[in-house]
């Protein structure tokens, strides 16, 4: 078994594991609501006093089988520790910690809530894997009708979280759509985390300098975009380089060491993929 196997495997009991604590931690014991299938949980415990445990459980074994049918054995075998562990690990807290009540301010539970499921989910789906459960019939959907995932989820949510509307206070639905929106702006924010970097673009009539500078100094690819200045009517070359958000300072006085008129622009992305950032720098000799 390969080590990047290992720490996908790893993380996925790790994302699962912080789902169990945040519905033990802060959604049952205030009596908060939610989507997916822990929403589905919580409505069939209220109607049919059925075990919330119990219905993730077999909720999650059918979707599984769904899965497995229209999605294919790969989806299966990253879906496959979710669908099984998430009910184990859940009945392991049920049964040791049981429902405790870290919060008695329902808004702090839906915030902390969310934070968890957000961090749980994201890590899960950085290690190639689904949660399972109701986030496969999204997955369905787009393949059969080519709905977008993130619609069918945001619909699928909102439809869970109005059930819930019969047999609970209707403050509470409020605090269930903070709760979605929470995890879903932190499920955003975790799936960026060590990719965001910071490009940018210098225009100055020292390119040349502060290319070779780029290169040598900072150790950073260049790219000379082919460019004219709208007012002087200049051919210089814009250098276009990528940098982590530490090496920016350094940049910066770099630049401005070599001109101190040179004209940056500065702008966030969220990934970079290619050499020197998803895969080893290879060093060429002129």
């Known amino acids: 078994m390969s080590y990047k196997t290992i720490k996908n495997i790893i993380g996925i009991i790790l994302g699962n594991t912080l789902y169990a604590l945040a519905v033990i931690l802060f959604i049952v014991p ?88 957000g961090s749980a989910i994201g890590i899960v789906i950085k290690c190639n894997a689904s949660t399972g459960g109701m986030d496969i019939p999204p997955l369905v959907i787009n393949k059969k009708i080519g709905i977008p995932v993130s619609i069918s989820m945001y619909i699928f949510d909102f439809m869970i979280l109005l059930m819930q509307v019969f047999y609970t206070d209707k403050e509470m639905v409020l605090y269930g759509i903070v709760l979605v929106a929470t995890y879903t702006i932190v499920l955003d924010k975790v799936l960026v985390v060590g990719k965001a970097q910071t490009e940018v673009m210098i225009v100055s009539k020292e390119y040349n300098k502060i290319n070779e500078a780029i290169i040598h100094d900072l150790d950073r690819g260049t790219t000379m975009l082919k460019s004219i200045s709208g007012y002087m009517k200049n051919e210089y070359p814009v250098v276009m380089t990528v940098v982590s958000n530490r090496e920016l300072p350094k940049l910066n006085d770099l630049v401005l060491n070599i001109d101190e008129h040179a004209f940056m622009v500065v702008s966030k992305v969220n990934e970079v993929r290619g050499r020197g950032f998803t895969f080893k720098k290879e060093y060429i000799e002129s």
């Open 30 to 117: 205030n009596g908060l609501i939610t989507g997916g299938s822990t929403g589905l949980a919580i409505a069939a415990n209220h109607v049919f006093g059925m075990s919330i445990t119990a219905f993730v459980s077999i909720f999650n074994i059918v979707m599984f089988g769904i899965g497995f049918w229209i999605l294919g054995k790969t989806f299966a075998l990253t879906t496959l520790i979710s669908t099984f562990y998430f009910p184990f690990i859940l009945s392991v807290f049920e049964k040791t910690m049981g429902y405790t009540q870290m919060t008695t301010d329902p808004l702090l539970a839906a915030l902390l809530g969310g934070v968890l499921i």
